[in-house]
């Protein structure tokens, strides 16, 4: 974000969403069926769920689907005469994979 690099932020702050998503849990998990509204129950931190801790291994093959969606799309919006779509999203898709490398 400091060096400005509007395609890395866009890349990073979608695949960080994706990554919050699949740490949530499922809804079935926290809801009350059946329960009476004065036996529910009530105050600060009553409605906040643990969150699952994902693997390296799982986080890596979520930010790996990201960049390739992004590829896969890309391709679509060439065949399209999108180029300038299909760019960003290459470019998006190759600072996910530089990522990668890195880790």
Request: proline letters at 2%.
């Amino acid at each position: 974000m400091r060096a400005r690099d509007k395609v890395a932020v866009s890349a990073l702050r979608s695949t960080l969403a994706v990554l919050d998503n699949a740490e949530a849990v499922p809804v079935g998990a926290a809801e009350l069926h059946g329960v009476a509204i004065e036996a529910a129950p009530v105050g600060v931190g009553t409605t906040e769920a643990a969150r699952r801790e994902l693997s390296e291994q799982h986080i890596t093959d979520l930010v790996r689907a990201e960049a390739e969606e992004r590829l896969t799309v890309a391709a679509q919006f060439s065949a399209h005469a999108q180029a300038d779509r299909a760019k960003l999203l290459r470019e998006e898709a190759a600072v996910l994979l530089r990522l990668l490398d890195h880790a």
